[in-house]
């Protein structure tokens, strides 16, 4: 098989979808007649310059979960969660008893879990095997997170899955990353972007100890200053200090971009991977659209660039990881109150 490159996924994004500017104009303009504007409608009118179909619903939607460790956690004293591993994580969802399978179901959504290299983790049954790196990405402390080769594999992998869920007709679209580590490397990719120490986007959240806080913030600081990565090349920080997780994340935006499936953002790693796509692809900024107030200075940083401002001026009550869930009633409502507003208009013409 031909190895994908930097110059193929730049050949296949040089034409990406657009949203249809004059149906977001007319959905905007039935909700000023109405004397209802606000973030949710505005949300609403970008939504259906993507969705085409005479319904404009977001009822045909997935929520995608990437799984993957990295080596930087061997660097010791980084994790919250104790022994609640990656594999755990993704076997909980498999079984479908963990928080995330409670939310898709409460909203009607389809979730899809993608393994890109886990430890310890066995073929499970309702979960896309995908171990572009057995064990996961490699420690940035040490050497390079992902070789090229495997860098642009898990690029090209999300693409193919965001094709297939356009084949499916899916119309909307959310993701995340699954695991501990990825959080942390999504705060490194961050730092180098806006050229910020690590502790300067770091939450300081009470319930976590000082000396958790001060033990990443030196392990992401070491491992930014060993890989040195340029800021201005966007695969190379991704290369040096990603995961596989922020990789294929990227590519499944990048296919999204491809297809034209509007993307909800919520944790930290889904918008380090949008950011990534948009320094890349800018073209792709429209796609993306926020849901939850971040929690963290870094995921505040990278909501300004991508200039979203988020609808629920608040944190999720559940982890980021899934926090993009919570909107889609509010949505369904949204969708619904304009169908019954718009067929109002149309009666009252005759």
């Known amino acids: 098989m031909k190895t994908y490159t930097r110059a193929d996924f730049f050949l296949d994004l040089s034409q990406t979808a657009v949203p249809d500017e004059n149906r977001i104009r007319q959905v905007s303009e039935t909700w000023t007649l ?12 970008r939504l259906t310059g993507w969705i085409d179909r005479d319904s404009w619903n977001v009822k045909d939607r997935a929520f995608f979960l990437f799984a993957s460790d990295s080596g930087l956690m061997d660097e010791g004293g980084l994790s919250s969660t104790g022994d609640r591993s990656t594999a755990r994580e993704v076997l909980s969802l498999s079984r479908g008893n963990h928080p995330v399978n409670i939310l898709a179901r409460l909203t009607d959504s389809r979730l899809v879990t993608v393994n890109m290299g886990s430890r310890g983790l066995d073929s499970l ?5 995908l171990p572009v790196m057995e064990g996961g990405s490699l420690n940035p402390v040490e050497e390079d997170a992902m070789t090229e080769e495997a860098m642009m594999t898990a690029i090209r992998a999300g693409m193919e899955l965001a094709s297939q869920a356009a084949d499916q007709g899916l119309t909307l679209l959310a993701a995340d990353g699954m695991s501990e580590s990825g959080r942390l490397i999504a705060t490194a990719v961050l730092s180098v972007y806006f050229d910020r120490a690590p502790e300067d986007l770091m939450e300081r959240d009470p319930d976590l100890p000082d000396q958790l806080f001060d033990r990443r913030a030196y392990v ?7 890989r040195a990565p340029n800021p201005y090349n966007t695969l190379d920080v991704l290369r040096q200090l990603g995961n596989l997780e922020l990789a294929s994340m990227t590519g499944f935006f990048a296919g999204a971009a491809l297809y034209g499936l509007p993307v909800l953002l919520g944790g930290r790693v889904s918008l380090t991977a949008a950011l990534t796509l948009v320094r890349l692809i800018p073209e792709s900024r429209p796609l993306f659209f926020a849901t939850h107030q971040a929690g963290d200075p870094g995921s505040e940083l990278a909501l300004r660039e991508l200039g979203l401002t988020p609808v629920i ?6 982890s980021g990881r899934a926090s993009a869930l919570s909107l889609l009633p509010l949505l369904d409502l949204t969708c619904a109150l304009y169908h019954e507003l718009e067929d109002g208009l149309e009666k009252d013409s005759f």
Do not use: E, K, M, Y
């Open 34 to 45: 109405q004397g209802r504007t606000g973030l949710l409608t505005t949300l609403h009118a």
């Open 125 to 129: 049954g309702q979960v896309i095997q």
């Open 220 to 226: 992401l600081s070491s491992a930014i200053a060993r």
């Open 313 to 318: 001026d608040d944190r999720a009550p559940f």
